[in-house]
């Protein structure tokens, strides 16, 4: 909890500025980036494709190949998404290109996103989910290890989220 506010206030104290402007018509694909792959990413890939959106997911330290949580798979078949079909990926494992926009759940991994994708039109974008909440919530934790409210109150972000995405996307 203390991070959340750690980067909340961070956000209204101009962090994130940059990750909040894209340039929606170079985004052909959403790539949805969390640690393990294998709760968050995994439930906003199948709602943004769900959505019609080109979507992927990925983690920074996933183990590619381990299926979805069952906590994650288990809550996500509570709001009428199948994830058992899921299995990790690292973000090493895709192509990633600069029509791609790189979305993480947390600032370190969209910090991390950002060095790795470098500088520059020929570069991939990179924001946070949170960032397009209303209002913005810079931080999505993990709920790995938590109660099912806590993965109700997460996966009710995420929707959040990719529903204002698709929608910029559309546009």
Partial sequence: MAA???????????????????????????????????C???????????????????GLVAHTGVPAHPDAIRNAE??????RLHTAK????????????????????????QRSAGVGESAPQVTLLGLWIDPAVPYIADPFG?????????YSRIDAGVSAILALIER
């Fill in 146 to 154: 938590c109660e099912d409210d806590y993965f109700q109150t997460c």
């Fill in 40 to 58: 968050r990413s995994p439930y906003a890939e199948a709602m943004a494709s769900a959505g019609g959106a080109r979507a992927v997911s990925a």
């Fill in 78 to 83: 509570r709001r009428g998404v199948d994830l």
């Fill in 90 to 113: 690292r973000i090493d494992d895709l192509s990633i290109n600069e029509s791609d926009l790189l979305i993480g759940m947390e600032p370190p991994q969209a910090w991390k996103l």
């Fill in 4 to 38: 959340y506010y750690r980067y909340l206030l961070a956000y209204h104290a101009g962090f994130g500025r940059k990750l909040g402007r894209i340039d929606w018509s170079r985004v052909d694909r959403v790539v949805f980036v969390c640690m393990g792959n294998i």
